[in-house]
């Protein structure tokens, strides 16, 4: 008797860890249905192309989504639904939110946003993209995987966000990073206080890894040549990575205590003192908006 395919809906899977994650799910017995929002549709439909699957046991869509326009958040959310049938019976397995930039708060935002755009990508599009499948997640009994990084502990006084992350602020990519991922920690707290008994919702660090393009808004200095070789030791694959990642697709042993939800690279939840900066709960108010407000502040019809 054939499996039951399971639907999985991606950002950030058109290259580099994401791409890696899908491909090794691409590979297994188990049929999946894949939904995945994607700048480059035909760039990374050729990629995948490259990639030798069982199209009989697989679907694989590709959707356009630019993270840093809340309005296509919004269409490919609505396209989304569609493909599962709206209220229908087709479901959402897990949801993956991988998508990440880190470049500096250099000019304005995007689409007039007063927000930087790696916040805008980084965060606030995804967090507004759960917004927008909520019913579906909830009828699906979703698992919510918020891929995050340990660089969240770089940030030291977590007021500084609210200037940092701002449009033309000025403030340089490893100061803009490890505070837009702080605030996408935030959501994933967030969300599973807001979904509790619903949807399992897990963080997790896929460790340091140079290779992927996520590195290009970085200075020189940051580049894989150039790091020093104490970091250079703790350094990860693309594909050890992804298993970090995959690891929080199946992952049940969880702590009793509900805010130790992320998952670190070497495969331990964190202890509550360790992402102490990430539980404050005014702060999950502060940066985790209603879509209501979201759209209206963003401007989005």
């Known amino acids: ?5 399971k639907t999985v809906v991606a950002t950030g899977a058109s290259s580099g860890l994401g791409f890696e994650v899908i491909k090794h799910l691409l590979a297994q017995p188990q049929p999946y249905r894949f939904i995945l929002g994607v700048r480059d549709v035909p760039t990374t439909q050729a990629a995948y192309n ?8 697989h679907t694989l869509t590709l959707l356009p989504l630019e993270l840093s326009d809340l309005r296509t958040v919004k ?41 930087c755009e790696t916040y805008v990508v980084n965060h606030l599009s995804q967090h507004y993209l759960v917004h927008l499948l909520r019913d579906k997640l909830v009828a699906s009994a979703s698992r919510l995987v918020f891929v995050s990084s340990g660089a969240v502990n770089m940030v030291k006084d977590p007021s500084t ?32 206080r807001e ?12 460790g340091l890894i140079p290779d992927t393009g996520l590195s290009r808004g970085m200075p020189d200095a940051m580049s894989k040549d150039n790091l020093p070789p ?10 050890e990575g992804a298993a970090s990642i995959l690891a929080a697709f199946t992952r049940t042993d969880f702590p009793e205590d509900p ?12 202890p509550a003192e360790t992402i102490r900066a990430s539980l404050d709960k005014g702060e999950w108010g502060r940066w985790c908006r209603g879509r209501e407000e979201i759209e209206r502040e963003e401007g989005v019809v």
């Not at 008797?1 to 395919?5: D, E, N």
């Open 75 to 115: 269409t490919f959310a609505g396209q989304v639904l569609e493909r599962l049938g709206g209220n229908g019976s087709e479901g959402i397995d897990y949801l993956m939110l991988n998508a990440a930039r880190s470049h500096a708060a250099e000019g304005p935002g995007p689409n007039g946003s007063k927000w």
């Open 230 to 239: 104490e970091v250079m030791k703790d350094a990860k694959s693309v594909e």
């Open 50 to 57: 490259r990639v030798q699957y069982d199209k009989s046991q």
């Open 195 to 206: 979904l509790t008994g619903k949807c399992t919702v897990v963080a997790v660090s896929p």
């Open 161 to 192: 966000l609210s200037t940092t992350l701002l449009a033309n602020s000025g403030a340089s990519p490893m100061t803009v990073y490890p505070a837009s991922k702080l605030a996408a920690l935030y959501g994933a707290h967030w969300w599973r």
């Open 259 to 270: 805010d130790r939800i992320f998952l670190t690279s070497w495969g331990d939840w964190w």
């Open 1 to 5: 008797m054939a499996s039951i395919a």
